[in-house]
Nanobody, 122 residues
Framework: QVQLVESGGGLVQAGGSLRLSCAAS????????MGWFRQAPGKEREFVAA????????YSPDSVKGRFTISRDNAENTVYLQMNSLKPEDTAVYYC???????????????WGQGTQVTVSS
């Protein structure tokens, strides 16, 4: 069982930066793939980035490549999402999630946090 708690969301102007954190409970955190997803009002939850247990592989859709970076600290049981050059279209609730295998489909993630709101003003 893994419990996830996100933090770091807020209101930021376009072009600004935010760093999201996701703290995980459980001794097996380091064995999980960790992912970030986001969901804007009226839209499907979409994949943002994922990182495997050694931090060696990450995936990001084109919309965030070059602006967002996922990282993890296994000693601290925490995964991060650094978001730079934010745009109004990045406004969404951001969720972290845990899976056994590196995937981009939300259906393949086993555990989810409650989400943190990110709002980017123009």
């Amino acid at each position: 069982q893994v419990q996830l708690v996100e933090s770091g969301g807020g209101l930021v102007q376009a072009g600004g930066s935010l760093r999201l954190s996701c703290a995980a409970s459980g001794r097996t955190f380091s064995t999980y793939v960790m992912g970030w997803f986001r969901q804007a009002p009226g839209k499907e939850r979409e994949f943002v980035a994922a990182i495997n247990w050694i931090g060696g592989s990450t995936y990001s859709p084109d919309s965030v490549k070059g602006r967002f970076t996922i990282s993890r600290d296994n000693a601290e049981n925490t995964v991060y999402l650094q978001m730079n050059s934010l745009k109004p279209e990045d406004t969404a609730v951001y969720y972290c999630a845990a899976a056994r295998i590196l995937r981009t489909r939300k259906e393949e993630y086993d555990y989810w946090g409650q989400g943190t709101q990110v709002t980017v003003s123009s």
